[in-house]
């Protein structure tokens, strides 16, 4: 569950949908909804923890709202959850992760949890896992002849290789620090690492 609470702006264009997520959230989470983008990039600042992003919405997109919380410098954490299928568009997007509707609650308290630990994280770890997201999205979603004939994901592969390096790095710094336990949880993806 969610340690600390985070402020969530939950933007979607279907008001059922969007009030669904808040009631979903409100027992965890200081949840504001907003039903536009023009709405959302009105209520975003620097309180704002994550996003939960709908990327097709009329007026502005998801993806022109992403875009301009990045240009803003804003640092909240950013997760897409929509019905538009992954291509590999989104490789080039500045969001974190990138769920598929229809999500169920535990996705999305679960999305909400790991974008908090990740923001706790330095910039090359944030990176790291926001690139390893959306490879595993596309290793989902792709055939292996689609994702050859990428040039786009051929750059995301040599992106994590240099990456994990410097990661490997971090989590020997942590190590020394007693901190990697935490850092190993997140990245197997497992409830508990044992010895």
């Not at 990327?55 to 804003?74: A, H, K, Y």
């Not at 592969?157 to 990661?167: H, T, Y």
């Amino acid at each position: 569950m969610i340690i600390d609470t985070p402020a969530v702006l939950i933007v979607e264009d279907e008001p059922d949908l969007a009030d669904l997520y808040a009631a979903w959230l409100a027992d965890d989470c200081d949840v504001e909804t907003v039903y536009d983008g023009n709405e959302a990039l009105d209520a975003i600042d620097g309180s704002i923890d994550v996003v939960l992003l709908d990327r097709r919405m009329p007026g502005l997109s998801g993806d022109t709202v992403l875009d301009t919380i990045r240009e803003r410098g804003l640092d909240c954490r950013v997760a897409m959850v929509t019905a538009v299928e992954p291509d590999f568009d989104i490789i080039g997007l500045g969001f974190d992760d990138y769920l598929v509707k229809p999500v169920s609650k535990g996705e999305l308290i679960e999305v909400i949890d790991q974008l908090q630990l990740r923001a706790s994280y330095n910039e090359n770890l944030q990176e790291f896992f926001a690139l390893a997201s959306k490879k595993a999205l596309l290793d989902d979603q792709k055939t292996e002849a689609q994702r050859k004939s990428s040039q786009e994901y051929a750059e995301l592969r040599d992106r994590l290789a240099v990456l994990r390096v410097q990661v490997n790095d971090t989590m020997q710094s942590l190590f020394e620090q007693d901190g990697y336990r935490q850092l190993c949880h997140d990245i197997a993806g497992e409830s508990v690492i044992r010895e």
